[in-house]
């Protein structure tokens, strides 16, 4: 049986490294090409990508995860079931510019709530931001698919 924080840091390995391999997939290169930007060898970006991590250290996961530029926050809790990585995009985009007023708007709301937050209430913000967030990105594909088609149809 494993103790508490053994299971605890399995499952910040896990999740670490779903998250790289969700920048790994994102960047949309070879295996060979993304080991090389993260600076580790391809059959441990495989490792990572197919979720075999038990042999890797939370440290090499942490250190892959820096070199690819990914803004991680962990948490810990009582039960390692609380246990988790999340990727925040608030600071991957902080320096794009964004033309909508209601992403903005968005952004500077959850910076100022987050100040009076505690650790849990700011993770639980965090989470609910990221799912709006990708609920805007899903419908900012949606209508660039239904343009795409409208372009084709008109075609």
């Known amino acids: 049986m494993r103790t508490p924080d053994t299971a605890t840091v399995q499952a910040l390995r896990v999740?670490?490294?779903?998250?790289?391999?969700?920048?790994a997939q994102q960047l949309g290169l070879t295996q060979v090409a993304v080991a090389k930007q993260l600076g580790i060898p391809q059959p441990t970006l495989s490792k990572?990508?197919?979720?075999?991590?038990?042999?890797?250290?939370?440290?090499?996961l942490i250190r892959t995860a820096v070199r690819g530029g990914l803004f991680?926050?962990?948490q810990t809790g009582?039960?390692?079931?609380?246990?988790?990585?999340?990727?925040?995009?608030?600071?991957a985009t902080a320096s794009r510019t964004f033309t909508?007023?209601?992403v903005?708007?968005?952004?500077?709301?959850?910076?100022?709530?987050?100040l009076g937050l505690s650790p849990s209430q700011r993770l639980e913000a965090f989470l609910?931001?990221?799912?709006?967030?990708?609920?805007l990105r899903?419908?900012?594909?949606?209508?660039?698919?239904?343009?795409?088609?409208?372009?084709a149809r008109l075609r």
Do not use: C, W
């Open 100 to 102: 909508s007023k209601l």
């Open 48 to 60: 990572i990508i197919n979720g075999r991590v038990s042999d890797l250290s939370l440290e090499l």
């Open 128 to 135: 609910e931001h990221n799912q709006h967030a990708a609920q």
């Open 72 to 74: 991680l926050t962990l």
């Open 138 to 151: 899903e419908a900012g594909r949606a209508a660039e698919l239904e343009r795409a088609r409208s372009v």
């Open 15 to 23: 999740d670490v490294a779903l998250q790289i391999a969700r920048h």
């Open 78 to 91: 009582r039960s390692p079931q609380e246990a988790g990585a999340f990727a925040s995009m608030l600071h």
């Open 104 to 114: 903005n708007q968005a952004r500077e709301s959850l910076k100022t709530s987050e």
